[in-house]
């Protein structure tokens, strides 16, 4: 089967102008961790967190593409948006840290993907912590929306300093007929 030659990656000047736009994004660095603007070469990776966690009845590699383009396309809209979280030592990816806006979302949220081989390694708190602070300073307040049958993602949000935010999960519960956990992450007053 061929990949759709939205994936394929670009060649000759496409390739130099699309190397200098992920050039002009942040590049935040850890004590472990290189947060980087996404690439093409990252959508495997993506594709398979992203339908792990995400994916619904009928959805495959073209809901995980669309879902991957948007949020690469945050950093052009909103100056903010998806990384591709890599180890220092040796290139790997183990993830991708995220400050976006979904159709709907009342303010932006921080949300986190860890690969299954990098789980319980501390790499997405570190991932997260980078990305928070770089969000809040340019934005203020953010939240992370966590699915209730998702506890990794409600103790990672509480590490990081976040509060549960009750008056905003009964608002969206009321709006959008599903429950959620709000976690609200407060930038300097």
């Not at 990776?45 to 949020?71: H, I, K, M, N, Q």
Request: contains cysteine.
């Amino acid at each position: 089967m061929t990949a759709p030659r939205c994936t394929l990656p670009p060649t000759g000047a496409a390739a130099q102008a699309a190397a200098m736009h992920r050039a002009s994004l942040p590049v935040i660095e850890t004590a472990r961790l290189r947060l980087r603007a996404p690439m093409l070469d990252d959508l495997p990776d993506w594709t398979a967190v992203f339908l792990e966690a995400f994916a619904e009845p009928g959805d495959g590699p073209d809901r995980a593409w669309a879902e991957f383009s948007y949020y690469t396309a945050g950093w052009m809209l909103h100056g903010h948006g998806l990384w591709t979280v890599e180890r220092l030592s040796d290139g790997t990816r183990t993830g991708f840290v995220l400050v976006g806006l979904e159709w709907g979302d009342e303010e932006p949220e921080l949300g986190y993907m860890t690969l299954p081989a990098y789980r319980r390694h501390g790499y997405a708190e570190e991932a997260a912590t980078a990305a928070r602070d770089f969000a809040l300073g340019l934005l203020g307040d953010l939240v992370s929306y966590v699915d209730p049958g998702n506890p990794a993602s409600d103790a990672l949000a509480a590490r990081l300093g976040a509060a549960r935010d009750a008056k905003a999960e009964a608002r969206l519960e009321a709006r959008d007929g599903a429950p959620v956990h709000v976690w609200r992450h407060r930038g300097a007053a």
